[in-house]
């Protein structure tokens, strides 16, 4: 049996492991905004308020065309944050479950069709960067800047483990097959545990820098990591050592901190992207840079390739959006926000490109024409993160505003 056999059997005997179960997550209580002050009228309050709605669209009243209003095309929200929400994520099976966590160091588990808060994850002591569903949704997960991970039952809310060791955590990825569990740091460590149980299982060292982005390859057979060092590395997950490892020493490969990295769908491909706007095509069964991707002039913050198609596409500080032919390394389109592109995700098995943007948008592109099909307006500050549904029909946000939305195709 090859040991990557035997690290998948590994994998399904971890999924029968026991767990501990706690009655001590508690449900937050919602203040009474009611209660508030009253609001000065002088003069300056006023004028700030004018201020405020500098930029945004607004739209007549659907009762009253004499009265106009900000425009919203939000079909629901969770707004119990009130704070920065940094992460978003979906149920996989159950498209209508969702976990955000942000500034106020909690996560919740909401409805995304009534909006109801299910229960509040609460137990860091700082903000919440990142959180997640295992692939079979039974488990959920959240990392946070005080070096902890959390997890929890996520069908009966139970708090099952929290592991700590690194530092402040940046992300956190599931196995797509099982209940593993990493995490990146900013000491320049990758952790991975058993979930959830919590047990250790490995550390990955090797980055001299924040480990900006990382994740399992789709087949689970390998990590892939980035960091501010400027390097690039294709881990072994059993033995936690480097197959292949990229860095700024080759003239070819990136010379400034990297940002962020995405892995098409059979394993073979990975894009990186650069603070000074460069990206990279490379073969991670080599270790060879296969193409440079060179259209931003700014950080380069997000990648996704496509499924079903030969494209990806990257997304920049500078507002906009590359797509490129994976098989012939060329640009095939430029799309543009008004601001930073924050996130941009391929929707599962479709063309179809989500991103979303400091202009405080949400967009939905066509990767084969490079047309926008339609674009959302309704939170008050920059999008941070997004989670699609599988069909592509239901887009949820995470907002600087303190708020997450629901968007309808």
């Not at 599962?348 to 084969?368: E, G, Q, Y």
């Not at 099909?373 to 069909?391: C, E, N, P, S, Y």
Request: proline share 3%.
């Amino acid at each position: 049996m090859s040991s990557h056999d035997q690290f998948e059997e590994e994998i399904d005997n971890l999924v029968e492991d026991e767990y501990v179960q706690q009655d001590d997550v508690e449900e937050e209580e919602i203040p009474d905004l009611d209660q508030g002050e009253p609001m000065d009228d002088d003069d300056d309050d006023e004028e700030a308020v004018d201020d405020s709605a500098e930029g945004f669209e607004f739209r007549p009243n659907g009762e009253d065309e004499n009265t106009m209003e900000l425009a919203d095309d939000s079909v629901q929200g969770f707004f119990d944050h009130r704070e920065p929400v940094y992460a978003i994520a979906m149920h996989p099976t159950s498209n209508g479950i969702i976990v955000s966590g942000g500034g106020d160091d909690k996560s919740y588990l909401w409805r995304c069709d009534t909006g109801e808060m299910l229960k509040c994850l609460d137990g860091h002591t700082d903000s919440v960067t990142s959180v997640g569903f295992s692939c079979d949704g039974k488990y959920v997960a959240s990392a946070g800047m005080d070096g902890k991970v959390r997890v929890w039952n996520a069908e009966t809310g139970d708090f099952c483990v929290a592991v700590d060791g690194p530092d402040e955590v940046i992300w956190i990825n599931w196995h797509p097959k099982g209940n593993i569990l990493l995490a990146g740091a900013t000491d320049s460590t990758i952790w991975m545990w058993a979930m959830p149980s919590g047990k250790f299982m490995n550390i990955f060292n090797g980055h001299a820098g924040p480990v900006t982005a990382g994740c399992f390859t789709p087949d689970g057979k390998k990590i892939v990591s980035t960091s501010e060092d400027s390097s690039f590395i294709v881990w072994d997950p059993k033995s936690a050592s480097a197959e292949f490892r990229l860095s700024g020493e080759d003239a070819r490969f990136h010379a400034d901190p990297v940002t962020s990295v995405c892995v098409n769908k059979d394993s073979t491909l990975a894009i990186t992207g650069d603070v000074s706007g460069k990206a990279r095509l490379v073969n991670i069964l080599n270790g060879q840079i296969v193409a440079s991707l060179e259209n931003h002039s700014d950080s380069v913050e997000t990648s996704s390739f496509c499924e079903v198609l030969p494209l990806a596409a990257t997304g920049s500080v500078d507002g906009t959006i590359s797509i490129w032919d994976v098989q012939t390394q060329r640009l095939r389109a430029t799309l543009n926000h008004d601001d930073a592109v924050v996130k941009v995700k391929f929707v599962k098995n479709s063309p179809m490109l989500a991103t979303c943007s400091a202009d405080r948008t949400v967009k939905m592109w066509d990767a084969r024409t490079g047309e926008c099909v339609k674009t959302w307006v309704g939170h008050r500050d920059t999008v941070l993160d997004i989670a699609v549904a599988d069909d592509g029909n239901v887009i949820c946000t995470a907002s600087d505003d303190g708020t997450c939305l629901v968007f309808s195709m």
